[in-house]
């Protein structure tokens, strides 16, 4: 198994930043990718952005400009720098390991709200 925790989320307005972190325990050793989806009211869930162990980034493209990812591969951790937030960004983010057989592990959310 391996443990998710995330921080970071909070309620911030249009064009503003936020830093969204998860550290991994556990199992950690399996390990192949680390990212951050996120899910809006009524509508599925989405990749954000994913680093894998090699530093292959794969980022949605409503983000690409805006957001980067990037892993600490000793401490485990992934971090999501979010910048120039706009309300259609609003979402529960949930942080993500895949391991190399493509099993995933989901943290348990955290809410960005972007509004004015």
């Known amino acids: 198994q391996v443990q998710l925790e995330e921080s970071g989320g909070g309620l911030v307005q249009p064009g503003e930043s936020l830093r969204l972190s998860c550290a991994a325990s556990?199992?950690?050793?399996?390990?192949?990718?680390m990212g951050w989806y996120r899910q809006a009211p009524g509508k599925e869930r989405e990749l954000v952005a994913e680093?894998?162990?090699?530093?292959?980034?794969n980022s949605g493209d409503s983000v690409k400009d805006r957001f980067s990812i990037s892993m600490d591969y000793v401490k485990n951790t992934v971090t999501l720098q979010m910048t120039n937030l706009k309300p259609e960004d609003t979402a529960v983010y949930y942080c993500?390991?895949?391991?190399?057989?493509?099993?995933?592990?989901w943290g348990q959310g955290t809410q960005v709200t972007v509004s004015s």
């Open positions: 993500n390991v895949r391991t190399g057989n493509g099993y995933k592990y």
């Open positions: 556990g199992r950690t050793f399996v390990i192949f990718a």
């Open positions: 680093t894998t162990i090699h530093g292959i980034t």
